[in-house]
């Protein structure tokens, strides 16, 4: 398998997880967002996704964009350890988890709309740092509120193994670190990123640990 990806995508940051918790080795071909303009809109990546987004997985040939797609592919064909659990309502809330933030959170954030709003004059670091924050605070105080207050939640987001709702909140709790969001307000979002970055899996995919961060 080989990973188009950058070490400060998010998106990237979940297939690296998902892969290392499968413990399936994979080769990985950077694609920075950031130099030469984004080199994610070459035209020799943009043959491989059209979508000219991080992260895509080619297999066998064929390539796979979106990582919640990857995740779930990764995780019916490679089924140990599972990232979903067994009974429908379990894995639908784990998936309502990872939904809110990869779907709600993540999008509004995302490096291409902190270009875009730059590019319509809102430039000033506090104008972006206050439009980061803002939807980083309003999607954990409900996550928050969810995970604290439901007998699913465990060590993890649900039980006391890791899914695909804690492989979508640890990239997005690095986010809120990275651009300085305060995260004092949801204890037990802190505690589940905790849990997780103390695993192999997680730590080895983080983006200070990838060759090519900055």
């Given amino acids: 398998m080989k990973l188009y990806d950058y070490a400060y995508s998010s998106a990237g940051y979940r297939a690296r997880i998902a892969l290392n918790l499968k ?7 950077i694609v920075n967002l950031i130099k030469d303009g984004g080199q994610q809109h070459s035209e020799a990546y943009k043959a491989i996704n059209p979508h ?82 803002h939807w980083i605070t309003v999607g954990f105080a409900a996550l928050e509120q969810q995970l604290s207050q439901s007998k699913e939640t465990g060590r993890f987001c649900h039980g006391d193994t890791p899914t695909l709702a804690d492989i ?29 970055r103390a695993l192999p899996a997680f730590a080895a995919a983080a983006p200070e640990k990838q060759p090519d961060a900055a």
């Fill in 52 to 133: 000219a987004l991080i992260p895509t997985l080619v297999v066998d040939g064929t390539a796979l964009g979106q990582s919640l797609a990857i995740i779930e592919y990764l995780d019916e064909t490679h089924p140990m350890p599972p990232l979903l659990p067994s009974y429908p309502l379990e894995r639908a809330r784990v998936r309502q988890i990872a939904y809110v933030i990869a779907c709600d959170i993540h999008p509004v954030n995302n490096q291409r709309i902190r270009k875009r709003l730059k590019e319509m004059g809102h430039s000033d670091e506090d104008i972006q740092s206050k439009w980061y924050a």
């Fill in 168 to 196: 979508c909140l640890v990239p997005q709790m690095a986010n809120a670190y990275r651009f300085k969001v305060p995260v004092d307000r949801f204890p037990t979002l802190v505690r589940i990123d905790q849990t997780c």
């Fill in 23 to 29: 413990g399936i080795p994979f080769e990985r071909s």
